[in-house]
């Protein structure tokens, strides 16, 4: 109802759209992503952060960012990296981000015995973050809940191919074979665990998603998205009727 208050209606991402139409929103609804500075996010200076975290410049790094949060999946995506990790010796997994999941991936890490190449670097911002991601050379996203995946455009923006799980706000920027692989929701943790394998065991098919990704975040560069939202606005104000000025309401 409130919506369809609205002239226009932005959403961040094809599936919301989709899900507010789904749900009675009868105005136009347009999708447009927040934006990201993909200018930032692709002049990080990964060598420096390894230097800093411990972390062998010849290894392997699979890395994630986020909030740890139970709807983020993240039991899955340890139970993944798991198996992965103690099938690639000379890899590691390097977790950006805080919350109570973080117990509880470790834990599953810990019992997978592979807890020893996990790097914990806690919540991060500015060009430590940069940093964090170009010291990454595969990114992992398991959840399915949500609305845009700025985690997935930051990534890539840092030329990092990504393996997800197929769901809202993933399947709008993840192109399965292209700049990453997009499992069906339902895969299995070993499913899962068998694409990181099948991508970090081909360097230069790696190398090529790499470059595709970093082609992909342009859609979610800050200034393409603002341009996209003053288009909006100038459109539904060049429609919109002049009311006399005994007939104004309070949006007026």
């Known amino acids: ?41 692709s002049s990080g200076d990964g060598i420096r ?5 411990g972390l062998p410049e010849e290894a392997i790094v699979v890395g994630h960012v986020g909030r740890l ?12 990296l798991g198996v ?20 509880t991936m470790m834990t599953i890490l810990n019992e997978a015995g592979v807890a020893d190449r996990v790097c914990r ?4 911002s500015g060009p430590r ?9 595969v990114f992992v996203f398991a959840s ?12 890539m923006a840092a030329g990092k191919p990504v393996i997800a799980l197929d769901g809202p706000g993933v399947r709008e920027i993840v192109i399965d074979g292209a700049n990453g692989f997009l499992l069906p929701g339902a895969s299995s943790s070993d499913d899962f665990s068998e694409a990181l394998r099948t991508l970090v065991g081909d360097g230069a098919a790696m190398g090529r998603r790499g470059a595709m990704a970093r082609s992909s975040a342009a859609d979610f560069d800050h200034h393409y998205c603002a341009r996209e939202v003053t ?7 060049g429609e919109r009727p002049v009311r006399p000025e005994e007939e104004k309401m309070p949006w007026d």
Do not use: H, W
């Not at 992965?84 to 117990?103: I, M, N, Q, T, Y």
């Open 121 to 124: 670097a806690g919540s991060l």
């Open 69 to 80: 949060a139970p709807e983020k999946n993240l039991g899955f995506l340890a139970e993944a």
């Open 84 to 103: 992965f990790l103690k099938s690639r010796p000379d890899a590691a997994f390097l977790l950006v981000g805080e919350g109570d999941e973080g117990e």
């Open 129 to 137: 973050l940069a940093d964090a991601y170009a010291a990454m050379d």
């Open 1 to 41: 109802e409130y919506c369809n208050l609205c002239s226009t209606v932005i959403a961040p991402s094809q599936s919301i759209r989709d899900l507010l139409i789904e749900r009675g929103v009868t105005v136009p609804v347009v999708p447009i992503p927040t934006g990201i500075d993909t200018d930032f996010f």
């Open 49 to 53: 952060f390894r230097n800093n975290a």
């Open 144 to 155: 399915q809940s949500e609305t845009q995946g700025m985690v997935l455009a930051e990534a």
């Open 231 to 237: 288009d909006i606005y100038e459109k539904v104000i």
